[in-house]
């Protein structure tokens, strides 16, 4: 049998999606899931104030960056909502006046959940590697720890698995090391931060 070809989705497509959701175009296809649970928005929030002061104020650290949360990335046909995602100062020195950025970042975090991980960790990292996206961090708030990669040869290397109460000292933000445990809402040990 068969099946006509599926016409890629368009930037109007993505427009009409209602605003409760977010949307995003990968390989042509229009894919959109809910806004993140408020345990993923409060570990995106530990995490950008954990990088904050250091990378992106200079305080206490290197400073020289740019963090923007759920910027919309447009990376060739692709449509992509990070979690957070970096920039160095000098590769991005001022914000575009659109809705969306179409440097690729120097660093991207995503945020694993249940609705969005097999993406995350599929094709959306296989798109980020073919635009040269040098570090990308996988965060999974539920199993509480975190992948942080590096792409060396259009490849990602994973550099390290961090859980329990490790310090994260993953590249490129490897001057100023933080707990992983930090980032969880209600600590590291507190029972009504799992899953029930």
Same mark, same amino acid.
């Given at each position: ?28 296809? &229009? ?14 929030? +530990?995490?950008?104030?954990?990088? !904050?002061?250091?990378?992106?104020? #200079?305080?206490? #650290? ?9 910027? @919309? ?14 920039? =160095? $100062?000098? =590769? &991005? ?5 659109? +809705? ?7 660093? $991207? ?9 097999? !993406?995350? =960790? #599929?094709?959306? =990292?296989?798109?980020? +590697?073919?635009?040269? /996206? ?5 965060? !999974? ?8 990669? @590096? ?16 310090? $994260? ?5 490897? +001057?100023?090391?933080?707990? /992983? ?10 029972? !009504?931060? &799992?899953?029930?």
């Amino acid at each position: 049998m068969h099946h006509p070809a599926r016409k890629p989705a368009t930037y109007a497509d993505l427009e009409a999606v209602p605003s409760h959701l977010v949307a995003e175009i990968l390989d042509g296809e &229009l894919v959109t899931h809910p806004r993140p649970a408020p345990r993923h928005g409060a570990v995106q929030f +530990a995490l950008s104030g954990r990088l !904050d002061m250091p990378f992106r104020r #200079g305080e206490s #650290g290197p400073g020289g960056w740019i963090f923007i949360t759920e910027p @919309e990335l447009h990376l060739g046909p692709h449509v992509m909502v990070p979690d957070i995602a970096g920039w =160095r $100062v000098e =590769r &991005l020195p001022k914000l575009p006046e659109t +809705a969306w950025i179409e440097t690729v970042p120097d660093w $991207v975090c995503e945020i694993l959940s249940p609705l969005t991980a097999r !993406d995350d =960790r #599929g094709r959306k =990292r296989r798109i980020y +590697a073919i635009y040269d /996206l040098a570090y990308l961090w996988l965060l !999974d708030p539920i199993g509480r720890e975190m992948e942080a990669f @590096e792409l060396h040869a259009a490849k990602w290397t994973l550099i390290e698995t961090y859980s329990g109460d490790l310090a $994260v000292d993953a590249p490129p933000f490897a +001057a100023v090391p933080f707990p /992983l445990a930090s980032l969880w809402p209600y600590g590291p040990d507190a029972a !009504d931060d &799992l899953p029930k």
